[in-house]
């Protein structure tokens, strides 16, 4: 083989798995981005519960959210950050499983929950004032564990740890 021919056929090569990226994996499909996964607390009542959620701080990442997803194990969620207290709403296009949404002030305590979210609804769920986060997990979760607001949130992205 030719030197030429060796790059036309890298070049083939990077320009297929380029639109294969492209083409097979747009966003909004299950698996497109790889979210990072921590540990995330909340110190309720009933007592401390302790979840793994997966973290989603860009705006790729927060547009793609749970959704496409078929399941959630209980004990595992999403936390969505959004840099600052802002008020900040959410939706379940595309989003397969009931969830609760846990709305969470900068500090770390629960500002508001959303409770059993129908599934594909485009109806607009406001966080009613201002919160830093969105911690998203199974439906039914918040009544099982005793979770309500002014509970407190143990994470790094909360000032109040």
């Known amino acids: 083989m030719t030197r030429r021919t060796v790059l036309s056929a890298a070049l083939r090569l ?9 083409l ?12 990072e996964r921590q540990t995330l607390e909340i110190a309720t009542k ?6 793994s959620v997966e ?6 990442e927060r547009a793609q959210g749970l959704m496409h997803r ?3 194990p209980e004990g595992t ?4 950050d959004f840099k600052r207290d802002e008020p900040v709403s959410m939706w379940m296009k595309n989003t397969y499983v009931p969830l609760d949404m846990i709305f969470i002030t900068a500090d ?23 919160v830093r986060g969105v911690l998203e997990v199974v439906a039914g979760t918040a009544k099982k564990l005793g979770i309500a607001p002014g509970d407190r949130i143990g994470h790094p992205m909360f000032t109040g740890r």
């Open 55 to 60: 973290v989603a701080t860009t705006d790729a």
């Open 24 to 35: 097979g994996a747009p966003l909004g499909v299950s698996g497109a981005i790889a979210f």
């Open 46 to 51: 009933t007592g401390v519960h302790v979840f």
């Open 70 to 72: 078929k399941e959630l």
């Open 14 to 22: 990077v320009t297929v798995a380029v639109l294969a990226i492209l």
């Open 77 to 80: 969620g999403m936390l969505f």
């Open 108 to 130: 770390g305590r629960i500002h508001r929950i959303a409770e059993n979210t129908t599934p594909m609804s485009e109806r607009i769920i406001p966080s009613g004032g201002p």
